[in-house]
């Protein structure tokens, strides 16, 4: 699995304290969604030329890891 602390941050001075894509304003959140609306990697890398493919899985990853530390009461 990609290392995605080598492409999120989370500043609180950024879009909240959400995690964002280094170097951008670009939320986890935000390629998490349009992944679930239907968005292709290429999609999102065209209409987002700063964003690459290792930032898409970064934002998986970031996702995936947060799943898993989830505790159910």
């Not at 209409?47 to 947060?66: G, N, T, V, W």
Request: net charge negative; charged share 25%.
């Amino acid at each position: 699995m990609i290392d995605y602390k080598a492409y999120i941050t989370i500043d609180p001075n950024i879009r909240f304290g959400k995690p964002v894509i280094k170097g951008s304003r670009i939320a986890v959140y935000d390629v998490l969604s349009w992944l679930a609306n239907g968005m292709t990697y290429e999609e999102i890398m065209e209409d987002f030329p700063e964003i690459s493919k290792e930032h898409i899985q970064a934002c998986l990853a970031y996702a995936a890891d947060r799943e898993h530390k989830i505790r159910v009461a």
